[in-house]
Every structure is written in structure tokens, then in C-alpha cells.
């Protein structure tokens, strides 16, 4: 998986760092989305984030938020679902980085938690790479990326940034637009790229990217 980690890295700087107007017509995603259960308030969430970017992997109240969403604090990583999706994160115009550690609150080695213990769901780097590790097959949504990394995301915020004026909270899966569903409530599917953004229209990546990249 590490070169896969890294070309994932180079695919999306290489897009992110050049945003700028065009007459781009996404299509309108179709794909599948969930009905979460437990439903939350994201906002309530123990030790949720909602400073302006770049956000660190908040990892105080990492159990709590577990529990409060419903996904096991594991000691191993799970084996019956292994799933994995990119994700790229943008605001007015600007890259901002998905962060290593998301979820892992402990030492892991391959696998196997030396110390404390791992989210199903979690990042072992930088890349934007979000690896799935489930101990039992289940959906699992969008939304729950920003839950486990301790960031504000609802249907029209990210963080303190909010749908207002010009500037809206965007997200695309695989080049195609989410505009009737919640966004939260994507769910992941093996191969994806889900790109969030915040920002004009003119600020939005240009290509958005649409395809996970090759290992």
C-alpha cells in the first residue's frame, strides 16, 4: 500500500494546487447512500473541531465519539470489510491536508495496537488515503470521516466555514456532484475519490478529481 500512498499524495497535490475558474458541468451523483444509525448532531460530538484549516487528527475525545457513533474502539484491526476510499479536502481554492493519524490513538504495528486503540476507520498518512478495517460487514459513510478525525461537517459546513452568499460546501464522488442527499451520507465504496470543498465556484479544483489512483 505505500506506493499507492504516495502516488494518491502526487495525484491530488498535482490537481488541488491549481484551482481556478471553468466551465466544468459535473453530473449529479447516484450513488448509494445510507440511512446512519445512530443518527447525531455532528456538532455535539465530544472534542469536535471548528477552527478555520488546517485540522489536526482530535484524538482526546477520540472514544467518546466512537461510542457516540457507533463504531468499535478495536485493538485489531478488523478483517471482515477492507475498504478503501480517497478523500481531498479544500477550502476557498486551497489544498488542506487529511492528516495521518486520524483515528489511531495508540502505536500500531501491522495491524496489531501496541498501545491504546484504532477506529475502524482511519489514516496511516498524509495521502488522503482512508483505509476501512471492519471487524464486521456494515456501511459506512462520509460523514463519518470528519466524526472519527474530530471535524465540524455537516449538509452546509465544514469547520466554521459555512453555505453562505457565493460560497457553498461542495462534495463530488468519482467527478460527480452530490446535490439531492445529504453528503454525509455517501457511502464509501471501495475505490472511491470524494472530493469536499468549500468555496466559490471559481475556487473549486480544476480537474475535479475523479479517478483513485493506480498502484
Known amino acids: 500500500m505505500g506506493a499507492r500512498r504516495v502516488v494518491a499524495l502526487a495525484f491530488l497535490l498535482a490537481l488541488g494546487l ?9 453530473s449529479a451523483y447516484d450513488g448509494p447512500v445510507v440511512s446512519p444509525s445512530p443518527a447525531v448532531d455532528p ?4 472534542g469536535i473541531q471548528d477552527p478555520p484549516a488546517p485540522w489536526a487528527p482530535e484524538l482526546d475525545h477520540l472514544g467518546d465519539r466512537l461510542a457516540a457513533i457507533g463504531l468499535p ?12 476510499v480517497v478523500v481531498a479536502v479544500f477550502v476557498e481554492g486551497n489544498p488542506v491536508a487529511v492528516p495521518s493519524g486520524i483515528g489511531l490513538n495508540g502505536q500500531e504495528d501491522s ?10 476507520l482511519h489514516t496511516h498518512d498524509a495521502s488522503g488515503l482512508i483505509h476501512i478495517h471492519s471487524p464486521e460487514v456494515r456501511p459506512y459513510w462520509l460523514g463519518l470521516v470528519f ?9 452546509d459546513c465544514l469547520g466554521p466555514y459555512c453555505t453562505s452568499g457565493g460560497e457553498a460546501l ?6 460527480d ?3 439531492g442527499a445529504d453528503p454525509r451520507n455517501v457511502e464509501l465504496q471501495q475505490g472511491d475519490t470524494i472530493v469536499v470543498a468549500f ?3 471559481q475556487q473549486l479544483p480544476d480537474p475535479i478529481p475523479s479517478a483513485f489512483p493506480a498502484s
Not at 466524526?147 to 449538509?155: C, I
Not at 461542495?170 to 467527478?175: D, E
Open 73 to 84: 474502539a478495536l485493538t485489531v484491526e478488523g478483517h471482515a470489510m477492507d475498504v478503501h
Open 177 to 179: 456532484e452530490v446535490t
Open 170 to 175: 461542495r462534495v463530488f464522488v468519482n467527478g
Open 18 to 26: 491549481s484551482a481556478c475558474s471553468s466551465s466544468r458541468s459535473p
Open 199 to 201: 468555496g466559490t465556484e
Open 111 to 120: 495491524g496489531t495496537m501496541l498501545t491504546g486503540f484504532v477506529s475502524p
Open 43 to 46: 456538532g455535539s460530538l465530544p
Open 147 to 155: 466524526d472519527v478525525w474530530g471535524v465540524r461537517f455537516t449538509r
